[in-house]
Nanobody, 121 residues
Framework: QVQLVESGGGLVQAGGSLRLSCAAS????????MGWYRQAPGKQRELVAI???????KYSDSVEGRFTISRDNAKNTVYLQMNSLKPEDTAVYYC???????????????WGQGTQVTVSS
């Protein structure tokens, strides 16, 4: 099994910055894409940003130019640098990873427990 643990959430004023981290641990053979999703109260979970194993990235239109996703493969960790935060960025942020626990198993999708980000106006 693979466990994902997020950290770095908190309360920040509009215009401020936060950096989220997500570390993967457990029985890891390989990790493919890693990403961040978020879910605001009363809304569906949405993709924020994703980074492939080859470090190709994709962002939602709402965060393009403000957020930056990166990864450290040696540490099995993905980061989300969030700048120019807005009240509408308030949500629980979830880490996601596609990983294999052995060379003979299919890739599975894993989720973290989530970290709260609150942006005050």
């Amino acid at each position: 099994q693979v466990q994902l643990v997020e950290s770095g959430g908190g309360l920040v004023q509009a215009g401020g910055s936060l950096r989220l981290s997500c570390a993967a641990s457990g029985t890891i053979f390989s990790i493919n894409a890693m990403g961040w999703y978020r879910q605001a109260p009363g809304k569906q979970r949405e993709l924020v940003a994703i980074i492939t194993g080859g470090r190709m990235t994709k962002y939602s239109d709402s965060v393009e130019g403000r957020f930056t996703i990166s990864r450290d493969n040696a540490k099995n960790t993905v980061y989300l640098q969030m700048n120019s935060l807005k009240p509408e960025d308030t949500a629980v942020y979830y880490c996601n990873a596609g990983a294999k626990t052995s060379a003979f198993r299919a890739e599975s999708t894993y989720w973290g427990q989530g970290t709260q980000v609150t942006v005050s106006s």
